[in-house]
């Protein structure tokens, strides 16, 4: 079996006295795109600098794209699209220039497909750098990293300053390189973009893993969510009876709401048929519910 092109086991990383990451693992499977959350602060940055080899891990195992970064670091960087959230460029070239001095230092670029991606994503090319907005200047390295003949692309809240429209380009360039056979590993706060585009998450907090594994089955571990609107019932007696299942739920207006374990769906289900409701609704977690439950903040 072929090695996964990102697999780290026990990553530690400390700057002083301080450990930003505490034993992590990450294994990103070939062509997945994979999802990398956690809130600010929690290490996700600090993770992918180690996977550039930008920082030297104190200890664990890395290995990205079959080598290891800290001392391989050029052979893995060539294989590598990064874009991180906070782009950089040279003020006083235009955007072509730009994508030209990218591809000189890669050594390797595919013209069509960066005409194309940079029509895709309206970037005006032939304006100098700096006149351009956050957005355009991440657009800049968006276009190089989806060009590029990479076998990785490594995207650190890749998005944070497009718009909705370009939002749709830019998934819409993620599912391409998926296609074409690419591996992405997405760092994002907006919930939505990856639910939308991951296969796989991996959720970190305070430098540790709190969860990781395909999207689809960590839907079915967590809670869906039944909601039944009751018209003319006694919505207390039909939650009253809900709660003999061990559940509890609230009654609004009318309505049951109550997060119920996969494997007590059906019976849940039956007790609200049995009391008539005309309108029931079972809702996966959605990742917004995954992601919640590890980083609600208790009051001070
Ligand atoms: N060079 C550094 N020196 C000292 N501390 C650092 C350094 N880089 C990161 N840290 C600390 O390590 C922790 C993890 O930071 P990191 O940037 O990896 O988090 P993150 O998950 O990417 O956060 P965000 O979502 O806000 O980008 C933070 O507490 C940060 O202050």
Redesign the pocket.
Known sequence: MTEPPIDVSGLVKR?GG?T?VGGLDLRVGPAEVHGFL?P???????TIRVLLGLHHADAGRVRVLGRDPARQAAEVTRRISYVPGEVTLWPNLTGQEILDAFAGLRGSRDKAAEKRLAGAFALDTGRLVRTYSKGNRQKVALVAAFAARTDLLILD?PTSGLDPLMEEVFQGAVRDAAAAGRTVLLSS?ILGEVEDLCDAVTIIKDGHLVESGQLSDMRHLAASVVTAHLPGRDAATVMARLRQTGLTGETTAGTVRLAVPRDLVPAVLAILADADAPDITCTPASLEDLFLRHYVVAPR
Do not use: C, P, R, V
């Open positions: 700057f301080y930003a956690g600010n602060g929690a290490g996700k940055s600090t809240e706060h």
